[in-house]
Structure formats: structure tokens, C-alpha cells
């Protein structure tokens, strides 16, 4: 009998590469004559805590917006975990379930906290009403406002609303596991608050994305460093309808690209050019 031996191999096998959640393939954008995306490529993966930031104009709440199905690019592929989207949100399911926080919280006036968390439930479930209110209560708890579901916006100061925001975006049918938000978009969620106010909503976002099989990625814009900074672990900067720069948070203070760093610091003189200066 003839024993094989085995043999050592030259180098480890390869592990195939996850695939993305979210995936950018040239999209471009424009509003008129004017092109605010221009071949845009980037990926989100599982896990990731994106921060798009960039100045004012250069489309990054247009690309959260291509992201959320809500915005059709003029050219390029949109790619949710490795499948095609073919037209809008409204066309056709995505791969995973995909929750926005707009920037001014987007709420109903006329309708109660409740009302505005549960709302897609209230009208397109068949779930009792008894039942969505528990599930409302539930997440109202997770953003740390509980008992509120009977106020009205117009109660609530701004960060309040905000958390409420947050609510509705992870709100989904527990007899539809599978449009549970896997991933969160944030549109400036800091904007208009105060320090704390700010801080709390920052706590709120890393701490959504560790509760168990919900929202466990988001990619986020924002202007502001201490939520640039808190809340993300690798960033994206945006100018002239490009990303210019990509890495992670810790490197945006030592990388030699001159156009992160003037934002970053402030500084009106470098690259970068607003109108009027």
C-alpha cells in the first residue's frame, strides 16, 4: 500500500472576500448643468461606520439618497450585497433593508410620536394596533424615550426629535424579518444641536449599531468633528463631485492630501474654494 504524505503548501489558502452591503460602481449625478456626482466609486461593508464628509454642495446627501433607492443616478450601478438595483426602492425589494434618518427628522406635525415611529406599520401591515404600539414603545425605549409616544413634534425639543427619527428608521414587521434595517443612513443627524444634544446623538448611533441584528452598519454625512470623530471608524471626502480621499478617522489628521486637511481645520486658504471667497 502506498501511503500519500502530506504535503506543505507554498502559502495559505485565500479567504474569499465578504461581499459589500453597498456597493458604488461610476454613478453620477447632475441637477440641471450642474454635476454634482461625477464617477463616483466606493463600498460599505458589514460592520462599517462610514462618514461621508465633504463642503457644502458636493453631494453627499445625494449619494445617501442614490444609497436609500429614494434618488436614481444618471449613470452607474448600485450594487446591494453583490445584486443589481434595477430603478428605484419603490421598484423592487433590496438584497437587505435599508433605513434614513433624514437631516430635519422628516416627522408629521399632525401625527403623535407614535403615529410617526409606526407609521408603515399603521398603514401597510395587518398587524394589530395593540401590537404596533408595543413594537413603537420598544424602540422609542432603545432611543431612550419611553412614554412619549402620545406627544406630538411640536412637543419635543430638537434632539427629541431626532431620537424619534431614529426610531421610525428602525422600526420594521416582525412577520417580515427580512426588511429589518441591516444598514442606517444619517443625514447630518447632529445638525442644529447643541454639545450635548449632539453627544447624545452620537452616543445613540454607536450604540444602535451594537444592538443584536439591527442596523450594525451606517454610513453617515455630517460637518461636525465631534461627530465626524465619534462616530466613524473610515471616512470618505467628497469635492468637486469626486471622492478625493478615503481612510480611516484616526488619519485624517496626519495624511498629506491638502484638501482634508484645510477642511478638517477650517482654514480658508488651500485647495478647496467656496463661493464668495
Not at 454613478?27 to 463642503?55: A, E, Q
Not at 433593508?97 to 415611529?117: H, K, P, R, W, Y
Not at 394596533?129 to 420598544?138: H, M, N, P, S
Request: hydrophobic share 35%.
Amino acid at each position: 500500500m502506498v501511503v500519500m504524505k502530506e504535503q506543505p503548501l507554498d502559502k495559505p489558502l485565500e479567504q474569499p472576500l465578504e461581499q459589500p452591503l453597498i456597493e458604488l460602481k461610476g454613478v453620477s449625478k447632475s441637477f440641471g448643468s450642474n454635476k454634482i456626482l461625477d464617477k463616483v466609486d466606493f463600498t460599505i461593508h458589514r460592520g462599517d461606520s462610514l462618514g461621508i464628509i465633504g463642503p457644502s454642495g458636493t453631494g453627499k446627501s445625494t449619494i445617501l439618497r442614490i444609497i436609500a433607492g429614494l434618488t436614481a443616478p444618471d449613470e452607474g450601478e448600485i450594487y446591494v450585497q453583490g445584486k443589481l438595483r434595477e430603478g428605484l426602492i419603490e421598484d423592487g425589494a433590496d438584497a437587505v433593508g435599508i433605513g434614513m434618518v433624514f437631516q430635519q427628522a422628516a416627522l408629521f406635525d399632525s401625527l403623535t410620536v407614535d403615529e410617526n415611529v409606526g407609521f408603515l406599520l399603521y398603514q401597510h401591515s395587518d398587524l394589530p394596533k395593540k401590537r404596533i404600539r408595543d413594537l413603537v414603545e420598544e424602540k422609542l425605549e432603545m432611543v431612550g424615550l419611553p412614554g412619549v409616544g402620545d406627544r406630538f413634534p411640536a412637543e419635543l425639543s430638537g434632539g427629541m426629535r431626532k431620537r424619534v427619527s431614529f426610531a421610525r428608521a428602525i422600526m420594521s414587521n416582525p412577520e417580515k424579518p427580512e426588511e429589518t434595517p441591516e444598514i442606517l443612513l444619517y443625514d447630518e443627524p447632529t445638525a442644529g444641536l447643541d454639545p450635548i444634544a449632539s453627544t447624545i446623538i452620537e452616543d445613540l448611533i454607536r450604540q444602535l449599531q451594537h444592538t443584536n441584528e439591527i442596523c450594525g452598519s451606517y454610513a453617515i454625512v455630517t460637518h461636525q468633528h465631534s461627530t465626524i470623530r465619534r462616530t466613524s471608524d473610515r471616512v470618505v471626502f467628497l469635492y468637486k463631485g469626486k471622492v478625493q480621499w478615503s481612510g480611516n478617522v484616526g488619519e485624517v489628521d496626519t495624511t498629506d492630501n491638502t484638501s482634508i486637511r484645510q477642511f478638517m481645520s477650517g482654514s480658508v486658504d488651500g485647495p478647496i474654494k467656496i463661493a464668495g471667497t
